[in-house]
């Protein structure tokens, strides 16, 4: 710590800050434009002067100028605030000052400070800008006539986005921010740019003249799509969620979101939703009451025993998740499962072999914390995007080493120094084996390795996995496996990351358990920056694998599908899952919820399976209800609801509740008595409440038992002139409940198929072509994306859509072969 | 005191009133002059067959009565407008506050006071009424 | 590509691979390499720059900003004869700022631009270190001490006219 006086009084701040954050942290208010906590220090405004005494006085910027002990720093002097005043003058001589019709107006920093500094005239004068205003894209308006060139979104889009699309052009009284060419923006849409913009330069459009920033109710949530936990800012006004309101100091990732959280809560006040609920009636849904709904309901439940199931999508609460299982119990079945059975497969039977525990022994804070990261699959990036700018961070401003190990190149592997090995598709749990055998053979195992149970029969079982005989399979070096093994093996602190989730069939248990034998054959596990993070794709994905809601006695989600075709179920709950869309197979899904007598759907819109229901429940969506959601790190986190409920619908909570009623059981009043329940049940939860939960929520500690367990291996047989294809998440979406999100599809509109530019010179193909996929179960029509990511003969295609889907070709093999025509 | 005094007082006040100027007046068929500064109903100002609100929401937010409703539309050519102004004046307490507020003289208070109406709802006056009659 | 010929592209595309090469396509030689672009192209189009970022895995933003940041980089094609007129202090003094006015109206180009057709290219400097020269005018690399307006003419218009007679 350094003592230092600032505006006469003693305080002291931490070594390494700058005068800026040393009065910051003792409550000293000094203005400025040009500063984000999540960036580093530039010094472009000027606003920060202040008189430092043992530079004689001179006027220092206050972000740049690190603190020394026995600093004498004042604030505002008369001399300072002159100066202030002379820059505000200067900044606003070009400013337009159209603060009436300007969105910023209220939340704008010049125009606070303009204020606050009484800057009510200009000694000076001079033209104000001409710059033509980018309307090119639907969610950033760049006007830069209002500029004042602090360059904050060119750096966070270079420092934590790692994507530069912004940048500083010309020079002198010409400069702007701009693209390349001056040209419109075409980015990520992550709109990090439009959060940090002190000023009316960078406006979010979907926002744009909805309403005042004064006149909006802020609500911290938590965002509702992927399961990195992302805190929330929600803007209410009349009931609404109008937009998402930038705040600094928000959760690990300081306010930073991605598209589909920043510009995807369109769907929560959508004129889709479902208002009252339907009961089909001789053929057509038709609008029934909450009562005759639910009589109907309960009735096909009561004593349903074994011949009912339930799915639920992992969006729900964990308290709902508690509920719908008690409920199923109540009717007496024990089938009941979420994300298609297996895509939880790598916590519930993967970690829970391998670590005793179905959760991941690391969280998202070790990522900065690392020296090394070892990423399965680019996709990482795509899926969880949060995280990936934690990556981001890492690699460009903590310099940690990054190895990715995937079927594809990705975003993550434009990052400075980032190593990527593309393997063929199908073969990461061989050559994640071959990396632990090159760790046995080099004898870089860690001493405390042989000690766990199963070392012996994993030292056998990957006896035939040396790094040649991978090599030849997985289309990799073998040096490059072995100098990965050396990399990973001799890093002091070293973490894992990878994605599961419905598209990544692939990422099983088996993949789990390889991972996991890595993390414990080189000790890198229970440290700060060590660990394995396996990545569950929805918000409470976690969540629902901690309540238990997952097969255990009962028929999983695949089985509950054959069941629903061989008609042993003949009840299904499904809630909030659309399997027709997000499960593999698309013709057989759709034949088994054909086929089964009765089908209850509670959602949010009126889905491609809310469709086939006999009875439509109209559910509430994250904004209008209370519970707690467990992100991919375990950190459990409170939400409360922001607006009230949109229509006749209710929250899942409530259906149960009342479904359990009407069964005869005990409905709990409320979420908190649930979660009562559960933080004593639940393993890691002991002691949480609502109330110690608070803003930041907390991890549920992982208690790690460690053990090896040998995962089988499947070789992917290449299939004679057709093309692999995997499967995946695209950027801006998320599940299929980002369809309902406008920010996402004004972005990414439909799905497509990316391809090789070998592959497209050899078909013929250009993009935007519409081709034909088809596989041995099925066919669809996908547009062309010709991009250089891909390695020749695989294809990616992204599975959120409901029209022309990828799961009527894809079958849930981890590689679906394909040909492909235009 | 002698009680004649008071009435002869009261006789002469009345007296003295009727070779005055009457305060009263022969409503509706004679009118009031309105004063220059008079509140009354609202007007929106027009300039170049526009509207002259830029719909910036001041005067919602300043109004005390929490009459006035606005909202903002973008046009074709990116330029905020109101797409929806009213003025609720059974609420509205002729204040002005709102013409203070506004930062681009869109909205003034006329000299009109005669806003009696039959329904509820005739009161609130939308953008079309509020238009400054040409 | 663009005005230059194209059997030649292939040759400047291996140069600058060279350059590009030697610096280890390290993200901080950008500057040099833009300079070596420029030497081979004549100037920095879209392609080249595309080029440049993605062989130095920077975005392409910021190498266009870069680019236009310097103006000793040409982000449009120069013209095939350049008239450069020093506007430093003494060819000021002498004249130099009201010769560029001069060619600017007789020629109707801006200082800084090119003629619609592709001739000429008029711009001016700072300061060519010729001081004792002044007032100093550069036409195609050639200098013309002490210039006056109408030697100045004469000599651009040759090279002109003397241009649309050659094949």
Known sequence: MVNLTIDDKQVTAPKNSTIYDAAKINGIKIPILCHDKKLKPFGACRMCLVEVEQMRGRQVPACTTPITEGMIIRTSTPDIIKARKMVLELLLLNHPID??????????????????????????????????????????????????????????????????????????????????????????????????????????????????????????????????????????????????????????????LCCRGRFGYQFINSDKRLNTPLVRKNGSLTEATWDEALELVAARLKGAGSSAAALATPRLTNEELVLFKRLMETAGSANYDHSAGYAHAALTEGFAKSFGAAASPATILDIQKSDLLLVIKTDSYETHPVIGFEINMAVKNKGVKLNILSDKRGKLSKLPDAQTLVHTPGSEIAVINALAKTILDDKLAAGTAAAIPGYADLEKALAGFTPEAVAGQSGLAASAIKRLANDYAKAEKALILFPIGNAYPGHNADLASAVANLALLTGKLGTEGSGVLCMAEKNNSQGAVDMGFYATSGLNAGQIMDGCASGAIKTLFVAGENPVVSYPN????????????????????????????????????????????????????????????????????????????????????????????????????????????????????????????????????????????????????????????????????????????????????????????????????????????????????????????????????????????? | MNPITPIINGLRITLEHLFKKPVTLQYPTERPKVAQRFRGLHALNVSHDKAKCVACYLCPTVCPAKCITVEAGEDANHDKYAARYEIDMLRCIFCGYCVEACPVDAVRMTGEFELANYHRSDFVYDKERLLEKK | MNVHDSHRADDRHRALERVMQQHRLRPDSLIEILHAAQRQFGWLDRDVLGLIAARLRLPPSLVYGVASFYHAFRLEPPGRHRCTVCTGTSCHLKGGSRLLQQLEQHFGIACGATAPDGSLTLENVRCLGACGLAPLIVIDDEACPHASFGPVVERLTASLDGEDTSP
């Open chain 1, 99 to 256: 603060c009436p019709v300007c969105d910023k107006g209220g939340d704008c920093d010049l125009q606070n400070l303009t204020y606050e500094y009484k800057v009510n005239a200009n000694r000076f004068s001079d033209e104000k800008f001409h710059h033509e205003i980018d309307y090119s894209n639907p969610l950033i308006e760049r006007d830069m006539n209002r500029c004042v060139l602090c360059g904050k979104c060119a750096r966070i889009c270079d420092e934590i986005v790692s994507f530069g699309a912004l940048t500083f052009i010309s020079r002198g009284i010409e400069t702007k921010i701009g693209c390349e060419f001056e040209g419109s923006l075409n980015c990520e849409f992550c709109g990090s740019c439009v959060s940090v913009c002190p000023v009316g330069s960078l406006l979010a459009r979907p926002f744009k003249f909805k309403a005042r920033f004064w006149a909006l109710t802020n609500q911290k949530s938590v965002c509702g799509y992927c399961g990195t936990g992302c805190n929330l800012t929600l803007g209410v006004k009349d009931n609404k969620v109008l937009t998402t309101v930038y705040d600094e100091n928000q959760g690990f990732h300081n306010g930073q």
């Open chain 1, 586 to 822: 698309r013709a057989a899904i759709s034949a088994a919820l054909d086929k089964v007598e009765f089908l209850v759907v509670s959602d949010l819109f009126m889905t491609e399976t809310a469709a086939m229901a006999d009875v439509v429940l109209p559910a509430c969506s994250f904004a209008e209800k209370e519970g707690t959601f467990t992100s991919v790190d375990r950190r459990v986190q409170h939400i409360k609801p922001a607006i009230r409920n949109i229509g006749q619908s209710r929250t899942d909570f409530e259906i149960f509740g009342q479904l359990i009623a009407k069964l005869g059981g005990q409905a709990p009043a409320t979420p908190a008595t649930v979660f009562g329940e559960i933080a004593a049940s639940a393993p890691g939860y002991a002691g949480m409440s609502y109330a110690s939960l608070g803003e930041t929520g907390a991890f549920a500690p992982v208690a790690v038992t460690a053990a090896f367990v040998v995962p089988k291996t499947v070789a992917v047989e290449p299939a004679a002139g057709k093309l692999a294809l995997v499967t995946g998440s695209a950027l801006y979406h998320n599940g299929t409940l980002s369809q309902f999100g406008e920010g996402p599809m004004h972005v990414c509109p439909e799905g497509y198929l990316e391809l090789s530019r070998t592959d497209a010179a050899k078909l013929q193909i250009k993009e935007n072509d519409l081709l034909n996929v088809a596989s041995a179960i099925g066919s669809t029509k996908l547009k062309a994306r010709i991009t250089p990511r891909m390695p020749e003969g695989v294809l990616f295609s992204p599975y959120h859509f409901g029209a022309a889907a990828i799961n009527q070709v894809w079958s849930g093999a981890p590689v679906t072969w394909v040909t492909v025509t235009k």
